[in-house]
Protein backbone atom coordinates (compact mmCIF):
# COMPACT_ATOMS: atom_id res chain seq x y z
CA UNK A 1 0.00 0.00 0.00
CA UNK A 2 1.60 3.38 -0.40
CA UNK A 3 1.77 5.75 2.26
CA UNK A 4 -0.40 8.48 2.50
CA UNK A 5 1.52 11.97 2.43
CA UNK A 6 1.99 13.96 5.15
CA UNK A 7 0.35 17.49 5.79
CA UNK A 8 4.05 19.02 5.92
CA UNK A 9 5.38 17.20 2.78
CA UNK A 10 1.51 18.08 1.10
CA UNK A 11 2.20 21.53 2.00
CA UNK A 12 5.74 21.64 0.95
CA UNK A 13 5.35 20.23 -2.51
CA UNK A 14 2.08 22.25 -2.75
CA UNK A 15 3.76 25.59 -2.19
CA UNK A 16 6.35 24.81 -4.82
CA UNK A 17 3.83 24.06 -7.08
CA UNK A 18 2.00 27.31 -6.61
CA UNK A 19 5.59 28.82 -7.58
CA UNK A 20 5.46 27.10 -10.85
CA UNK A 21 1.94 27.48 -11.37
CA UNK A 22 2.03 31.14 -12.53
CA UNK A 23 4.75 30.09 -15.48
CA UNK A 24 1.80 27.02 -16.32
CA UNK A 25 -1.07 29.78 -16.32
CA UNK A 26 -0.54 30.89 -19.06
CA UNK A 27 -0.54 27.66 -21.25
CA UNK A 28 -3.47 26.08 -22.73
CA UNK A 29 -5.11 25.39 -19.44
CA UNK A 30 -5.65 21.51 -20.24
CA UNK A 31 -9.00 20.07 -19.27
CA UNK A 32 -11.66 22.84 -20.31
CA UNK A 33 -9.18 25.71 -18.39
CA UNK A 34 -8.40 27.66 -21.75
CA UNK A 35 -9.63 31.15 -21.40
CA UNK A 36 -13.07 31.77 -23.00
CA UNK A 37 -14.40 35.57 -22.58
CA UNK A 38 -17.89 34.61 -23.49
CA UNK A 39 -18.37 31.82 -20.42
CA UNK A 40 -17.18 31.48 -16.88
CA UNK A 41 -14.30 29.49 -16.01
CA UNK A 42 -14.45 27.20 -13.26
CA UNK A 43 -12.51 24.15 -11.96
CA UNK A 44 -14.50 21.28 -10.05
CA UNK A 45 -12.06 19.85 -7.80
CA UNK A 46 -13.82 16.13 -8.49
CA UNK A 47 -16.65 14.42 -10.52
CA UNK A 48 -19.50 15.45 -8.54
CA UNK A 49 -18.98 18.68 -8.49
CA UNK A 50 -18.09 19.02 -12.06
CA UNK A 51 -21.55 17.18 -12.65
CA UNK A 52 -23.49 20.11 -10.73
CA UNK A 53 -21.36 22.87 -11.89
CA UNK A 54 -22.45 21.56 -15.48
CA UNK A 55 -25.81 21.37 -15.21
CA UNK A 56 -26.17 24.63 -13.80
CA UNK A 57 -23.99 26.35 -15.68
CA UNK A 58 -25.12 24.76 -18.75
CA UNK A 59 -23.58 26.28 -21.98
CA UNK A 60 -21.99 29.88 -19.47
CA UNK A 61 -19.40 28.25 -18.23
CA UNK A 62 -16.65 25.88 -19.16
CA UNK A 63 -15.58 23.30 -16.57
CA UNK A 64 -12.26 21.37 -15.61
CA UNK A 65 -11.74 18.59 -13.37
CA UNK A 66 -8.52 18.49 -11.32
CA UNK A 67 -9.36 14.63 -10.45
CA UNK A 68 -8.54 12.45 -13.70
CA UNK A 69 -11.29 9.56 -14.46
CA UNK A 70 -10.11 6.43 -12.91
CA UNK A 71 -8.07 8.10 -10.13
CA UNK A 72 -8.97 8.22 -6.20
CA UNK A 73 -9.39 11.70 -5.73
CA UNK A 74 -8.63 11.27 -1.74
CA UNK A 75 -4.93 11.32 -3.10
CA UNK A 76 -5.04 13.58 -5.68
CA UNK A 77 -1.45 15.49 -6.10
CA UNK A 78 -1.53 18.86 -8.42
CA UNK A 79 0.98 18.97 -10.99
CA UNK A 80 2.11 22.57 -12.28
CA UNK A 81 -0.97 23.10 -14.87
CA UNK A 82 -3.45 21.89 -12.08
CA UNK A 83 -2.10 24.47 -10.02
CA UNK A 84 -2.40 27.10 -13.31
CA UNK A 85 -5.94 26.09 -13.24
CA UNK A 86 -6.83 26.90 -9.97
CA UNK A 87 -5.23 30.34 -10.42
CA UNK A 88 -6.44 31.07 -13.59
CA UNK A 89 -10.07 30.13 -12.96
CA UNK A 90 -12.87 32.72 -12.36
CA UNK A 91 -15.10 30.67 -9.88
CA UNK A 92 -13.11 27.47 -7.89
CA UNK A 93 -15.60 24.74 -6.63
CA UNK A 94 -14.30 22.67 -4.63
CA UNK A 95 -14.74 20.30 -0.82
CA UNK A 96 -12.49 21.49 2.13
CA UNK A 97 -10.73 18.55 3.91
CA UNK A 98 -11.56 16.13 1.14
CA UNK A 99 -8.10 16.62 -0.74
CA UNK A 100 -5.50 18.38 1.15
CA UNK A 101 -3.59 19.13 -2.16
CA UNK A 102 -6.82 21.25 -3.32
CA UNK A 103 -7.36 22.90 -0.23
CA UNK A 104 -3.86 23.85 0.10
CA UNK A 105 -3.68 25.45 -3.74
CA UNK A 106 -6.96 27.61 -3.01
CA UNK A 107 -5.87 28.80 0.94
CA UNK A 108 -2.60 30.84 -1.31
CA UNK A 109 -4.41 31.35 -4.63
CA UNK A 110 -8.23 31.36 -4.36
CA UNK A 111 -9.13 34.47 -2.61
CA UNK A 112 -12.49 35.25 -3.22
CA UNK A 113 -12.94 32.74 -6.25
CA UNK A 114 -13.66 30.02 -4.36
CA UNK A 115 -16.75 28.14 -3.43
CA UNK A 116 -16.55 25.50 -0.60
CA UNK A 117 -19.53 23.22 -0.80
CA UNK A 118 -18.85 21.75 2.67
CA UNK A 119 -19.75 25.37 4.16
CA UNK A 120 -22.96 25.02 2.27
CA UNK A 121 -24.76 22.87 5.17
CA UNK A 122 -23.06 21.29 8.26
CA UNK A 123 -21.33 18.29 6.96
CA UNK A 124 -22.04 14.64 9.37
CA UNK A 125 -19.45 13.12 11.68
CA UNK A 126 -17.35 10.22 10.23
CA UNK A 127 -18.95 7.65 11.96
CA UNK A 128 -22.79 8.97 10.92
CA UNK A 129 -25.09 6.07 9.77
CA UNK A 130 -23.02 3.27 11.01
CA UNK A 131 -21.03 1.69 14.00
CA UNK A 132 -18.08 3.71 15.55
CA UNK A 133 -15.08 1.62 16.01
CA UNK A 134 -11.96 1.99 17.42
CA UNK A 135 -9.08 1.86 14.81
CA UNK A 136 -11.08 3.04 11.67
CA UNK A 137 -8.65 4.64 9.59
CA UNK A 138 -9.12 7.97 7.64
CA UNK A 139 -11.43 10.17 9.76
CA UNK A 140 -9.00 12.26 11.51
CA UNK A 141 -7.06 12.81 8.14
CA UNK A 142 -10.34 14.32 6.43
CA UNK A 143 -12.10 17.31 7.95
CA UNK A 144 -11.49 16.97 11.44
CA UNK A 145 -13.91 13.52 12.22
CA UNK A 146 -16.31 15.33 9.29
CA UNK A 147 -17.77 12.75 6.53
CA UNK A 148 -17.42 14.61 3.36
CA UNK A 149 -19.68 12.13 0.75
CA UNK A 150 -22.91 14.70 0.98
CA UNK A 151 -23.53 14.10 -2.64
CA UNK A 152 -24.48 10.89 -1.71
CA UNK A 153 -27.85 12.42 -0.56
CA UNK A 154 -29.59 14.19 -3.25
CA UNK A 155 -31.25 16.58 -1.27
CA UNK A 156 -28.27 17.65 0.11
CA UNK A 157 -26.53 17.77 -3.01
CA UNK A 158 -29.58 19.95 -4.62
CA UNK A 159 -29.19 22.43 -1.63
CA UNK A 160 -25.83 23.11 -2.69
CA UNK A 161 -26.66 23.02 -6.19
CA UNK A 162 -28.79 26.24 -5.09
CA UNK A 163 -26.09 27.99 -3.28
CA UNK A 164 -23.91 27.52 -6.25
CA UNK A 165 -26.59 29.21 -8.62
CA UNK A 166 -26.24 31.88 -6.37
CA UNK A 167 -22.37 31.96 -6.87
CA UNK A 168 -22.40 31.64 -10.32
CA UNK A 169 -25.00 34.51 -10.63
CA UNK A 170 -22.73 36.91 -8.65
CA UNK A 171 -19.95 36.06 -11.12
CA UNK A 172 -21.96 36.25 -14.06
CA UNK A 173 -25.24 38.91 -13.21
CA UNK A 174 -26.34 39.21 -16.75
CA UNK A 175 -27.25 35.20 -16.43
CA UNK A 176 -28.02 34.82 -12.72
CA UNK A 177 -31.90 33.90 -13.78
CA UNK A 178 -30.37 31.19 -15.84
CA UNK A 179 -28.34 30.08 -13.77
CA UNK A 180 -31.37 29.66 -10.80
CA UNK A 181 -33.48 28.32 -13.35
CA UNK A 182 -31.31 25.35 -14.51
CA UNK A 183 -30.68 24.85 -10.23
CA UNK A 184 -34.38 24.48 -9.99
CA UNK A 185 -34.59 21.97 -13.10
CA UNK A 186 -32.08 19.96 -10.88
CA UNK A 187 -33.55 20.12 -7.61
CA UNK A 188 -36.57 18.83 -9.16
CA UNK A 189 -34.55 15.81 -10.62
CA UNK A 190 -32.96 15.07 -7.41
CA UNK A 191 -36.06 14.80 -5.53
CA UNK A 192 -37.22 12.91 -7.75
CA UNK A 193 -34.44 10.56 -7.33
CA UNK A 194 -34.68 10.93 -3.35
CA UNK A 195 -38.53 9.73 -4.34
CA UNK A 196 -37.26 6.53 -5.89
CA UNK A 197 -34.91 5.90 -2.74
CA UNK A 198 -37.16 6.24 -0.29
CA UNK A 199 -40.11 4.37 -1.85
CA UNK A 200 -37.18 1.77 -2.62
CA UNK A 201 -35.23 0.91 0.66
CA UNK A 202 -38.65 1.82 2.67
CA UNK A 203 -39.81 -2.41 2.43
CA UNK A 204 -36.47 -4.55 3.08
CA UNK A 205 -35.49 -7.68 4.85
CA UNK A 206 -31.88 -6.13 5.86
CA UNK A 207 -31.04 -2.82 6.50
CA UNK A 208 -27.20 -3.08 7.22
CA UNK A 209 -24.61 -2.54 4.46
CA UNK A 210 -20.96 -3.65 4.87
CA UNK A 211 -19.04 -1.97 2.63
CA UNK A 212 -15.30 -1.83 2.08
CA UNK A 213 -14.89 1.96 2.47
CA UNK A 214 -17.48 4.43 5.08
CA UNK A 215 -18.26 6.73 2.37
CA UNK A 216 -22.19 6.02 2.60
CA UNK A 217 -23.33 7.65 6.03
CA UNK A 218 -25.31 10.66 4.63
CA UNK A 219 -27.03 7.40 2.21
CA UNK A 220 -27.22 5.79 5.15
CA UNK A 221 -28.60 8.31 7.14
CA UNK A 222 -30.85 9.60 5.25
CA UNK A 223 -32.80 6.48 4.26
CA UNK A 224 -32.58 5.03 7.67
CA UNK A 225 -30.09 2.49 7.13
CA UNK A 226 -27.07 1.07 8.90
CA UNK A 227 -23.34 1.04 7.41
CA UNK A 228 -20.81 -1.21 8.61
CA UNK A 229 -17.28 -0.22 7.42
CA UNK A 230 -14.08 -2.42 7.09
CA UNK A 231 -12.48 0.48 7.14
CA UNK A 232 -12.47 4.45 7.57
CA UNK A 233 -13.67 7.22 5.31
CA UNK A 234 -9.47 6.67 3.54
CA UNK A 235 -10.36 4.26 0.88
CA UNK A 236 -7.49 2.03 0.49
CA UNK A 237 -6.52 1.70 4.05
CA UNK A 238 -6.32 -1.68 5.53
CA UNK A 239 -8.42 -2.77 8.00
CA UNK A 240 -6.77 -4.95 11.00
CA UNK A 241 -7.30 -8.79 11.18
CA UNK A 242 -8.91 -7.89 14.69
CA UNK A 243 -11.05 -5.26 12.55
CA UNK A 244 -11.86 -7.91 9.83
CA UNK A 245 -13.18 -10.38 12.66
CA UNK A 246 -15.45 -7.85 13.68
CA UNK A 247 -16.61 -6.86 10.95
CA UNK A 248 -17.21 -10.50 10.19
CA UNK A 249 -18.84 -11.31 13.03
CA UNK A 250 -21.55 -8.07 12.42
CA UNK A 251 -22.13 -9.69 9.26
CA UNK A 252 -22.96 -13.43 10.02
CA UNK A 253 -24.88 -11.36 13.05
CA UNK A 254 -26.66 -9.40 10.35
CA UNK A 255 -27.35 -12.60 8.58
CA UNK A 256 -25.10 -10.17 5.33
CA UNK A 257 -25.39 -11.62 2.06
CA UNK A 258 -23.70 -9.13 0.12
CA UNK A 259 -19.92 -7.14 1.28
CA UNK A 260 -19.66 -3.69 -0.71
CA UNK A 261 -16.91 -3.05 -2.63
CA UNK A 262 -16.23 -0.12 -4.31
CA UNK A 263 -15.39 1.38 -8.16
CA UNK A 264 -11.54 2.83 -7.52
CA UNK A 265 -10.45 0.44 -4.80
CA UNK A 266 -9.13 -3.09 -4.67
CA UNK A 267 -11.79 -5.86 -3.92
CA UNK A 268 -9.50 -7.80 -2.19
CA UNK A 269 -10.36 -7.38 1.31
CA UNK A 270 -14.10 -7.68 0.71
CA UNK A 271 -13.76 -10.20 -1.12
CA UNK A 272 -11.85 -12.15 1.87
CA UNK A 273 -14.93 -11.03 4.08
CA UNK A 274 -17.46 -12.87 2.19
CA UNK A 275 -15.84 -15.80 1.57
CA UNK A 276 -15.43 -16.03 5.39
CA UNK A 277 -18.90 -15.37 5.74
CA UNK A 278 -20.58 -16.84 2.79
CA UNK A 279 -21.59 -13.73 1.45
CA UNK A 280 -21.84 -12.37 -2.05
CA UNK A 281 -19.95 -9.09 -3.18
CA UNK A 282 -21.28 -6.50 -5.21
CA UNK A 283 -19.94 -3.01 -6.15
CA UNK A 284 -21.68 0.37 -4.57
CA UNK A 285 -20.38 3.07 -6.10
CA UNK A 286 -19.81 6.31 -4.16
CA UNK A 287 -19.58 8.35 -7.45
CA UNK A 288 -15.83 10.15 -6.55
CA UNK A 289 -15.29 9.76 -9.83
CA UNK A 290 -17.21 9.64 -12.90
CA UNK A 291 -19.42 6.19 -14.25
CA UNK A 292 -18.10 4.65 -16.73
CA UNK A 293 -21.54 4.97 -18.05
CA UNK A 294 -24.19 7.95 -17.43
CA UNK A 295 -24.05 10.07 -14.57
CA UNK A 296 -24.73 10.85 -10.80
CA UNK A 297 -28.32 10.63 -11.20
CA UNK A 298 -27.73 7.13 -13.24
CA UNK A 299 -24.99 5.92 -11.23
CA UNK A 300 -27.29 6.92 -8.07
CA UNK A 301 -30.32 4.86 -9.95
CA UNK A 302 -27.53 1.47 -10.37
CA UNK A 303 -27.19 1.86 -6.34
CA UNK A 304 -30.76 1.59 -5.41
CA UNK A 305 -31.02 -1.45 -7.61
CA UNK A 306 -27.95 -2.51 -5.92
CA UNK A 307 -29.39 -2.38 -2.55
CA UNK A 308 -32.80 -3.59 -3.38
CA UNK A 309 -31.65 -6.33 -4.41
CA UNK A 310 -28.74 -6.91 -1.62
CA UNK A 311 -31.19 -6.44 1.22
CA UNK A 312 -34.13 -8.35 -0.28
CA UNK A 313 -36.22 -5.26 -0.73
CA UNK A 314 -40.43 -5.65 -1.96
Same mark, same amino acid.
Not at 118 to 134: R, T
Not at 234 to 246: G, H, I, K, N, V
Given at each position: ???RATPRVLT ?61 ? *? ?55 ? *?? *? ?14 ? *? ?129 AKTAVLDP ?28
Amino acid at each position: MTARATPRVLTAATAALLALGGLSACSDGGDGGGKDPGRVDVVAAFYPLQFLTERIGGDRVVVGNLTKPGAEP *HDLELNPRQVGQVVDAELIVYLTGFQPAVDEAVEQNGGDRAFDVAGVAPLLDAAAGG *HE *HEGEAGHEEEGGGKDP *HLWLDPTRLATVGDKLAERLGAVDPDHAADYTARAGALRAELTKLDTEYAEGLRTCQRREIVTSHTAFGYLAEHYKLEQIGLTGLTPEAEPSPQRLAEVAREARAHQAGTIFFETLVSPKVAETIAREVGAKTAVLDPIEGPPAEGDYLSAMRANLQTLRTALDCS
